[in-house]
């Protein structure tokens, strides 16, 4: 069983247009997370959600917006698609956010491309 | 800006050789974690060392952390052909559980 899963993992779109991408955890964790990494592997953290709370927001676009319905859902909407965004977008989760950074689980990516 | 930055960015080893990753940070941490990162794939959780650690094992894993001169080290032993991956360093320095990864090593092992 997928303990990550990330839908879709290929998303090829004009810019300018929406589009979501969607994350489920089935580990019971309590903390979820969405990382970019750019075309030179860069990996960095955008959002973290903790019991469907926000905690970590880093500075993202406001056309970026997350929304957790549950702690095993996280789901990442992005507006007015930019060349810029094109990108792997991983979903990540951890089971807490108490007591420093435990480690984390990753999905298996989401590679977006902005024509 | 970047915490955790790694060398050598790239590394090409024969199989059944050590391969060793370094990675350097800027300031204080809580722990240090290194992942995998398998083309294509998402990063998988390799070990965690805390700040009051110095050195762990795991399998053919070594991690060393000297915080003195915030550094980690990575050592992999009697390589194979499947550790052929990315391997990245990230560092937790509070604050909700947040982690801040370094620029990769590019580990490739040939038969």
């Known amino acids: 069983d997928t303990a990550v899963s990330q839908t879709p993992k290929y998303l090829v779109t004009q810019m300018g247009n929406d589009k979501s991408i969607k994350c489920e955890q089935n580990l019971g964790h309590d903390t979820m997370y969405w990382y970019k990494q750019d075309s030179k592997k860069f990996l960095k953290i955008m959002f973290s959600?903790?019991?469907?709370?926000?905690?970590i927001n880093e500075t993202v676009p406001n056309r970026f917006s997350p929304k957790s319905p549950d702690k095993a859902h996280l789901n990442l909407h992005i507006n007015s698609l930019e060349l810029g965004d094109s990108a792997v977008y991983f979903c990540?989760?951890?089971?807490?956010?108490?007591?420093?950074?435990?480690?984390?689980?990753f999905g298996p990516g989401t590679r977006l491309l902005v024509l | 800006s970047q915490q955790g930055e790694e060398d050598p960015q790239a590394l090409s080893i024969q199989e059944g050789e050590n391969a060793t990753m370094n990675c350097s940070y800027k300031?204080?941490?809580?722990?240090l974690q290194w992942y995998r990162q398998n083309s294509g794939r998402g990063l998988v959780h390799l070990i965690l060392?805390?700040?009051?650690?110095r050195e762990k094992h795991s399998g053919r894993l070594r991690v060393t952390l000297d915080t003195s001169k915030k550094s980690s080290s990575l050592l992999i032993t009697a390589s194979r052909a499947a550790d052929t991956a990315s391997y990245f360093c990230?560092?937790?320095?509070?604050?909700?559980?947040?982690?801040?990864f370094g620029t990769g090593t590019q580990l490739k092992v040939e038969l």
């Open positions: 060392i805390r700040s009051n650690e």
């Open positions: 300031t204080s941490i809580n722990n």
């Open positions: 959600y903790n019991n469907k709370e926000l905690i």
């Open positions: 990540a989760s951890s089971q807490g956010a108490s007591g420093g950074a435990e480690t984390q689980y």
């Open positions: 990230a560092t937790d320095t509070g604050g909700g559980n947040k982690l801040t």
